[in-house]
């Protein structure tokens, strides 16, 4: 695995609040991804960055932010956390997209908004 | 990208191997078939990918059929903690870095002492 760790491991928020959760790795993998994953609809793309700077949005990214300061940290902000967001997020990384989609997962950030 | 067809769910024996199935039948030549596990409470971990040849590594092997419309992963001697979820995805070789893994239903492989 690419040396990945997500901060933190669980977070219970209220609605409203900003909430921020960070993914760390070790590898100097240059892409960097941010999924959600739901009962029902599997993993799902939210953001993420093809660089120090640089990052796009993926299929679910309303309600959320990022940012990616350092090639080794991609945080993931929540700006005004709804309950619709409790959900398990997952960061991975991939070396370059050569064609191949060998991605790997960190360990995962379970939250749940009240 | 192909549609993949896996069993819900499978049981394997303590040490016995453990062959899981993958139809994907509308393959097109230039897709891969990949093979990710996601264990309870954890993400998601890639075990192998292949086009046409089988292929093998430390976790598994890798049998696609000749036609490519269906392919088995294979665990050697599966152990308990290859309990989990296994996904089959295929795709095509892109450099799009915006591409995101599609993760169907799965097979829920029980693997029993």
């Known amino acids: 695995d690419a040396g990945i760790t997500q901060s933190p491991r669980h977070k219970v928020t209220e609605t409203g609040t900003p909430v921020t959760l960070r993914c760390h790795q070790t590898?100097?993998?240059?892409?960097m991804y941010w999924y959600r994953q739901d009962p029902g609809h599997g993993l799902r793309l939210i953001h993420y960055?093809?660089?120090?700077?640089?990052?796009d949005k993926g299929e679910v990214s309303d309600g959320y932010s990022v940012s990616r300061s350092k090639t080794e940290d991609f945080l993931l902000t929540l700006e005004s956390a709804t309950s619709s967001q409790t959900s398990v997020y997952f960061c991975?990384?991939?070396?370059?997209?050569?064609?191949?989609?060998?991605?790997?997962f960190g360990p995962g950030t379970r939250l749940l908004v009240l | 990208d192909a549609k993949t067809t896996q069993p819900p769910s499978m049981d394997c024996a303590e040490g016995r191997a453990a062959n899981l199935p993958c139809n994907h039948s509308?393959?097109?030549?230039?897709?891969?078939v990949y093979w990710y596990r996601q264990i309870h409470s954890q993400g998601p971990q890639y075990i192998i990918h292949?086009?046409?040849n089988n292929e093998t590594n430390e976790m598994a092997s890798l049998i696609i059929t000749e036609d490519r419309k269906s392919s088995t992963l294979i665990l050697p001697h599966a152990t308990l903690r290859d309990t989990a979820v296994y996904y089959c995805i295929v795709r095509v070789a892109t450099n799009n870095a915006g591409n995101m893994l599609t993760f169907g239903g799965g097979t829920r492989l029980m693997v029993k002492p």
């Open positions: 292949g086009l046409k």
């Open positions: 509308t393959i097109s030549g230039n897709e891969y």
């Open positions: 991975a990384t991939k070396t370059q997209p050569s064609g191949q989609e060998t991605q790997y």
């Open positions: 960055s093809y660089g120090v700077k640089d990052t």
């Open positions: 590898e100097n993998h240059r892409y």
